[in-house]
Structures are given as structure tokens and as C-alpha cells.
T-cell receptor
């Protein structure tokens, strides 16, 4: 059974640029959630995708957007990057509302 | 507004002794609680969970206790092992909707050999 994978592992961007992060869900899972973890904080919910539709959103601006594909993989897109967007971005997959299992994360640095 | 709080940033325990990690929450609508463990450069790993209809759940060396009236839960690890050294996050979710998790800020556990 393959776990949750994320790519890339690290990336560096400058303010104003756009970034796309990718996530492959665990086998048998149909729901993907994205979280942002700033340094010294716990993960914060960005949004969740189920059946290719957004199924809930946290307190993040519209420049954070996402997609889910028919194979349940997902992308997180962030436009107009700001310095405060520097964080670890975590993807978690689940079978609908069951326990969420996390990937290793993507470390984004915005300069 | 932090709805899930872990007030101890760090905890050190001798190998073989009990580790007790605490978590408080403010929202009485939460009905499902989880503990995750995180090693550096890895994502959080699910450890154990508890529903609000229970007050205790055990899995091997790990036991979670829930006190709904106090809005408090704790994770007991016994006996503690050096491999348990990690950051532990408490998380909570609502019964409906996107089951998004609300996390605490984590407690770094160090088990001293």
C-alpha cells in the first residue's frame, strides 16, 4: 500500500510569484486535505477536496486554490506569494471523514 | 483564536517511565480527537484517536483519556522509549462537514536513555 506522497520536497520562490504543490493520496482514499504549518505552530486547515469539489475551507484568502483529479491526486496553487506564505505545506488523505494520513510535506520559502 | 491548546512546549522523561502529554480545547462542538506524532522532515503520523462518547482508548503503550466536562485530553505513553522522542500534536474535529482538523501547537517529547 502506497502512502501519501508530495512533490516537490523543497522550493524557493520570490514575492509575487505563483507556486503549485502536488499530492498523491494513499491507495483507497478519496478525500484530500491541505494544511499550512508555520514554524513553531500546529498545522492549519486550508481546504479539503472530495469528488473533485472543494468540501470545506479554512481562513485562507482566495489566492490559495486547489484541484482534485479523478485519480484523487490533488494540487495546491498559491498566487501572488507573500513572505508569510513561507511554511511547510502538508497534504493529508482519507476515506471521506475517516482518519487523515499525512504526507511528508513541501517546504516553501518565499524570499 | 487557538481552539486547541497544548500549554507545554516540551517534556523530558526518563526511558521506561510514563510520559503524559496534555491538551485542552475550548469548543464544545468538537466530538473527535486525535494524537499525531511528528519527526523532523516527516509529516505527522497518526497515533491514536478517541470519540467523545468514550473517555478512554488504548492501543499498546498509548492511552488517550478524554474529560469532556473539563474539555481536556491527555496521552499517556508507558513505558516511554527513546524512539518516542518527537513532537506530539493534539487535534480535534467537528462531527459534520469537512472534518478539518484543528491542531494544537505541539509538545516536544524527549525520552532520555
Amino acid at each position: 500500500e502506497t502512502g501519501v506522497t508530495q512533490s516537490p520536497t523543497h522550493l524557493i520562490k520570490t514575492r509575487g510569484q505563483q507556486v503549485t504543490l502536488r499530492c498523491s493520496s494513499q491507495s483507497g482514499h478519496n478525500t484530500v486535505s491541505w494544511y499550512q504549518q508555520a514554524l513553531g505552530q500546529g498545522p492549519q486547515f486550508i481546504f479539503q477536496y472530495y469528488r473533485e469539489e472543494e468540501n470545506g475551507r479554512g481562513n485562507f484568502p482566495p489566492r490559495f486554490s486547489g484541484l482534485q483529479f479523478p485519480n484523487y491526486s490533488s494540487e495546491l496553487n498559491v498566487n501572488a506569494l507573500e513572505l508569510d506564505d513561507s511554511a511547510l505545506y502538508l497534504c493529508a488523505s482519507s476515506f471521506y471523514a475517516d482518519t487523515q494520513y499525512f504526507g511528508p510535506g513541501t517546504r516553501l520559502t518565499v524570499l | 483564536d487557538q481552539q486547541v491548546k497544548q500549554n507545554s512546549p516540551s517534556l523530558s522523561v526518563q526511558e521506561g517511565r510514563i510520559s503524559i502529554l496534555n491538551c485542552d480545547y475550548t469548543n464544545s462542538m468538537f466530538d473527535y480527537f486525535l494524537w499525531y506524532k511528528k519527526y523532523p522532515a516527516e509529516g505527522p503520523t497518526f497515533l491514536i484517536s478517541i470519540s467523545s462518547i468514550k473517555d478512554k482508548n488504548e492501543d499498546g503503550r498509548f492511552t488517550v483519556f478524554l474529560n469532556k466536562s473539563a474539555k481536556h485530553l491527555s496521552l499517556h505513553i508507558v513505558p516511554s522509549q527513546p524512539g518516542d522522542s518527537a513532537v506530539y500534536f493534539c487535534a480535534a474535529s467537528y462531527p459534520t462537514g469537512a472534518n478539518n482538523l484543528f491542531f494544537g501547537t505541539g509538545t516536544r517529547l524527549t525520552v532520555i536513555p
